[in-house]
Nanobody
């Protein structure tokens, strides 16, 4: 069964850090680019970050540049999102998604480009 599972969410104070994980089972991420998305209550799902198959190309939404870092794990079937200097406006459900091949230009930002999705993990930034 093809599955993506996110973990690592939780409650953190403003300025704090979290590391989200996206683990694949039933298929290998060797052929998939990965995107992280988030969705806050009452808002549309938005692209947060992207990493290519080789990890040679990454992209970030302007709102998280300089604070978030995406990486592939050594085991390669896991992708991480390191989130630092968290703000209350980062509060959302975070999803990872897999795209067979690569995204072109700014298409990484579009949810419809992706083939598989995880169930999401809640991140709450609050004092």
């Amino acid at each position: 069964q093809v599955q993506l599972v996110e973990s690592g969410g939780g409650l953190v104070q403003p300025g704090g850090s979290l590391r989200l994980s996206c683990a694949a089972s039933g298929f290998t991420l060797d052929y998939y680019a990965i995107g992280w998305f988030r969705q806050a209550p009452g808002k549309e799902r938005e692209g947060v970050s992207y990493i290519s198959i080789s990890a040679g190309s990454t992209a970030y939404a302007d709102s998280v540049k300089g604070r978030f870092t995406i990486s592939r794990g050594n085991a390669k079937n896991t992708v991480y999102l390191h989130m630092n200097s968290l703000k209350p406006e980062d509060t959302a459900v975070y999803y990872c998604a897999a795209l067979l091949g690569r995204a072109y230009g700014s298409s990484w930002y579009r949810p419809n480009e992706y083939d598989y999705w995880g169930q999401g993990t809640q991140v709450t930034v609050s004092s």
